[in-house]
């Protein structure tokens, strides 16, 4: 654990490291910070942050860097959540001024807002199926052998897919199976529809088969596609100094172009409102050299979905984070969703 002294350091060379991104020595911490204590002292303390992994020394020059490990304890132990300006909330209170009707018109406008800020990359996926309640299911014939199923979410989401019959369906039909389904699916997560057939309609399957079966296919195909990801601010990162390196650059562009990565990170190990994943902290390999921090999206409790921001382990943790919570709060105070309908 480390005594007050090296806690102050530590928090003085990240803090001006984020705002610089060279390297730090003792004597501008000493004259920068007004710590008080020697040269030689901060000099002596960064060299045990140094030696217990808490810093890192670039061999051109008598500065130190953070390490991973520094980042960590300053975003566990450190970090200042009240890193927002004026000029910022009076931004943010325009952007979320307006009631939308629409899931994808609200992370549209949060993950706008989040880049445009913290001018990091950012992007934004819907609730997953793991976390949507089924409101309710309709049934539209559109002729005597196609119908279209709409699937109606707590979060607004509406999923729709049209199904094709081998045989007949009549309009009596149709209503029976509006009511059958809701009955067995209705007020249960959407992830409920991947279960098997004969797992969930047994009792009430009074309908062929033949006009059972392709519906449940058609809706499992409709909640497994890959969802659909929102990017903002992709280019901001490339005038950070980090991105002068080529390689760190292509890593980058990779990352953001693979499609699967992205989803799989955002979903991955939500288990806060706020999750920071720095470097070899992230699941993925290639994320090594990044920091990723996910916003679990919600309103008065309900997932509206996961947004991510991408940047350099030299990210500006506390800008970030207090952005995250007082957009947060300002959503659920304002009642910004509204009930669905449009006018």
Partial sequence: ??????????????????????????????????????SATVRNEMADLEKNGYLDKPHTSAGRVPSAKGYR??????????????????????????????????????TNTLSEITHY??????PNKHSQIIEDIKFVLLGSRMMMAIILTDSGIIKETIIKFD???????VNTLSVMFN???????????????????????????NVIKPIIK???KVINEQESLYYEGANKAFDLPEFKNIELTKNLINVLDEKDLVIDTLNSGITEDINVYIGDENSNSELKDFTIITFNHKIKGKSLGT???IGPKRMNYSKVISVLKYINRKMNESGLLGDGKKN
């Fill in 183 to 209: 009955n067995r699916l209705k007020g249960k997560t959407l992830d409920v529809i991947d279960e098997p057939i004969e797992n969930y309609i047994v009792s009430e399957m009074t309908e062929s088969l």
């Fill in 218 to 220: 058609e809706m499992q």
């Fill in 307 to 309: 947004i991510g921001i």
């Fill in 121 to 126: 990359p950012t992007v934004s996926i819907g």
């Fill in 1 to 38: 654990m480390l005594d007050d002294r090296k806690k102050q350091i530590l928090q003085a060379i990240i803090e001006e490291y984020i705002q610089t991104a060279e390297p730090v020595s003792s004597n501008l911490i000493v004259q920068k910070y007004g710590l008080d204590y020697s």
């Fill in 73 to 110: 304890f300053y975003v566990d132990e450190l970090i200042k959540e009240d890193n927002i300006s004026l000029e910022e909330i009076i931004y943010i209170q325009a952007k979320l001024q307006t009631k939308v009707n629409q899931i994808e018109e609200l992370t549209r406008i949060t």
């Fill in 167 to 173: 045989e007949d369906v009549t309009e009596e039909q």
